[in-house]
């Protein structure tokens, strides 16, 4: 019997049966949305309908690359492009494998599970547990396409790693959560006890900087795109999409306007670049700002756990969240497969962020940051809703999931027959 370990904030373990369980429940939402129909206006966020429909769209991507396809946007972009496409799919990811006497991490349990809906569906999947940043796991991912006779129409960048050692030098970059100029105080809050608390983070260096877009700008994105080019793997109409944030000003010191931003600003020139580079196949390439989730590393970044929370409850009041899932719905739905013109902002980003970033949802989660305390966070915020969703994706609390039985380390459940 595996129970959560968590250490300031992270989660030391994983749940087998618990990770395959919540990639099914995706799957099961994915089935229950008519791809084949068109899109409902993007005003609100997808639902699943009351009965299976069974109908997959034809018109999207028919090979979708995932870098970093394990947990989180990545997983979800790969379970909608299989199931609600009919897409093969192919997944680089770098994750702890299991042992005798320990789990593996839960990207690892995920993929698994993936891979064993997807056969069961008929569908091809590739899953490599790889450093996708070095040039060894491109020539693979090349080596594979070319042994199948396959193009990539989709290349989706969603690569969470805080490491990369350069593919040509081998040194290594980390990267650093940091204010630019001048020491950044805030407020946080450790989601499983509600204890707010201050926290003090003094501005980078610019070492610090420049090793922080190394690991989390556009660099190695670009890689990948040089090589599938270069190798005649593009499909014609190919289109890359890497996912990115903005959030609301209270966390811009810490994440926007910090050293990750800068990152972040690396990543959108990178796109701009390759759409240039992408002409001869009437490709394009986007950054998509997407909402805040719960992930293992938001909920680690001062006042992001604490902004979450609250965010939270205003979007569930209105209506208006959404987790992975329904973000990638709409992100194939109705903005890279709708048809039309792929809807950006002036500045060529996809926004996904739009309901969240809503002048009266941001209101309103102001006037709350103001207000919020520990003795009123849970009126104000929905912290047990964050602590569910980082315990879900670790395989805790998933529902349908008997935790008092034993699981296996070593592998993961079949997949359910609902």
Request: proline fraction near 10%; glycine fraction near 10%.
């Given at each position: 019997?595996?129970?959560?370990?968590?250490r300031g904030g992270i989660c030391m373990n994983a749940h087998p049966a618990g990770c395959a369980r919540e990639v099914q429940l995706q799957k099961d939402f994915i089935e229950k949305i008519d791809f084949s129909a068109d899109?409902?206006?993007?005003?609100?966020?997808?639902?699943?309908?009351?009965?299976?429909?069974?109908?997959r769209n034809t018109q999207g991507p028919k090979t979708v690359l995932v870098i970093g396809g394990s947990t989180g946007y990545g997983l979800a972009?790969?379970?909608?492009?299989?199931?609600?496409?009919g897409a093969e799919t192919i997944s680089v990811s770098f994750e702890r494998e299991p042992g005798?006497?320990?789990?593996?991490?839960?990207?690892?349990?995920?993929?698994?599970?993936?891979?064993?809906l997807a056969e069961k569906e008929g569908l091809a999947s590739f899953s490599y547990n790889a450093d996708a940043f070095s040039h060894e796991t491109r020539r693979k991912i090349g080596s594979l396409l070319k042994e199948r006779g396959r193009k990539v129409d989709l290349l989706v960048y969603s690569l969470a790693s805080g490491v990369r050692p350069d593919p040509d030098t081998g040194e290594v970059y980390r990267s650093t959560l940091k204010p630019l100029e001048k020491t950044y105080t805030t407020r946080s809050v450790d989601f499983m006890t509600g204890a707010i608390s201050q926290v003090s983070l003094e501005p980078a260096t610019q070492a610090e900087i420049d090793s922080?877009?190394?690991?989390?700008?556009?660099e190695d994105w670009q890689l990948w795109v040089d090589y599938l080019q270069q190798n005649e793997l593009l499909e014609h109409g190919f289109q890359s999409v890497a996912y990115s944030y903005i959030g609301p000003e209270i966390t811009h010191p810490i994440y926007r306007s910090g050293t990750i931003g800068k990152a972040k600003e690396h990543l959108e020139n990178t796109?701009?670049?390759?759409?240039?580079?992408?002409?001869?196949?009437?490709?394009?390439a986007y950054v998509s700002i997407n909402k805040a989730v719960v992930t293992r590393a938001s909920a680690v970044i001062p006042a992001v756990p604490l902004y979450i929370s609250l965010l939270f409850s205003v979007m569930k009041e209105q209506r208006l969240h959404e987790g992975c899932i329904e973000q990638m719905v709409r992100l194939y739905r109705?903005?890279?497969?709708?048809?039309?013109?792929v809807p950006t902002d002036t500045a060529g980003r996809i926004r996904l962020d739009d309901f969240e970033m809503k002048p009266e949802i941001q209101q309103e989660v102001e006037q709350r940051w103001e207000k919020v305390t520990e003795e009123n966070l849970d009126n104000l915020g929905d912290m047990e809703g964050f602590r569910s969703d980082f315990l879900?994706?670790?395989?805790?609390?998933?529902?349908?999931?008997?935790?008092?039985?034993?699981?296996?380390?070593?592998?993961?459940?079949?997949?359910?027959?609902?």
């Open positions: 019997m595996i129970s959560p370990k968590i899109p409902t206006p993007d005003t609100a966020p997808p639902t699943a309908q009351a009965e299976k429909t069974g109908r972009s790969r379970i909608v492009g299989a199931f609600g496409y005798e006497k320990r789990p593996a991490t839960a990207g690892w349990y995920n993929t698994r599970a993936f891979d064993k922080t877009v190394k690991v989390m700008g556009g796109a701009h670049h390759l759409n240039s580079q992408l002409e001869s196949v009437e490709g394009a109705r903005r890279l497969y709708s048809g039309s013109e879900r994706i670790h395989g805790f609390r998933v529902p349908g999931v008997n935790y008092e039985a034993e699981v296996s380390f070593l592998d993961v459940p079949p997949p359910a027959n609902d």
